[in-house]
């Protein structure tokens, strides 16, 4: 009893002080099974475009142990913030960079797929597509917006600061001229001003 006493007095006292702004985390399976189940659905997913038997049991199989995978790592790290506390304000920054980045592949791919359908002459799928991709540019820069305000250093401050509103900041006028495009494509196309 009075070891168990111990090691929770121990437990508390190591939540209490940490002694780097960075999470050292525990060891974990869940990123190489994620590893080898997303290898598993990248071949799975060319045997069945190219039209093996198996291709598509393995597609099924590989994206049931990806979506496993993902939601047990999850698990994880929703202990880790907040049962163990070790998510400091560093570390709740880059997951939120991380995000942000997420957002900014996601929109990469939904323009791709309006302009393969705008190629195959497919109005709806163009639109929607279209529309996707605007509600992402603009959560980005909204996100983008909130990350500067947040931010607790400036251009001046270091070299840090400087490189990371020197690539940031085109990143994010890029995103915001893109977004006026798309939208003024997205109207042209809703209101028959194009026509497929």
């Not at 189940?37 to 994206?63: D, E, M, N």
């Not at 900014?104 to 939904?110: D, N, Q, R």
């Amino acid at each position: 009893m009075t070891s168990n006493l111990t090691k929770l007095n121990l437990k508390q006292s190591k939540l209490s002080f940490q002694f780097f702004p960075s999470h050292l985390v525990d060891r974990s399976i869940w990123p190489l099974m994620l590893s080898c189940s997303l290898f598993a659905l990248v071949i799975g997913t060319v045997q069945y475009f190219h039209g093996y038997s198996t291709g598509f049991l393995l597609l099924k199989a590989a994206a049931l142990l990806t979506l496993i995978g993902a939601a047990y790592w999850w698990k994880d790290v929703v202990v880790e913030a907040s049962f163990q506390g070790h998510h400091t304000k560093k570390v709740r920054f880059g997951i939120a960079q991380g995000f942000n980045l997420f957002i900014l592949l996601s929109s990469g791919g939904f323009i791709t797929y309006a302009h393969h359908a705008l190629i195959a002459n497919n109005r709806k799928a163009t639109i929607t597509g279209l529309f996707v991709t605007i509600v992402l540019a603009l959560l980005f820069t909204f996100l983008q917006y909130v990350e500067y305000n947040q931010a607790s250093f400036t251009f001046a401050d270091s070299v840090y600061g400087s490189a990371f509103y020197a690539t940031t900041g085109p990143i994010g006028l890029h995103f915001y001229n893109s977004s006026y495009i798309f939208f003024l494509l997205y109207y042209y196309l809703l209101y028959n001003y194009i026509v497929l």
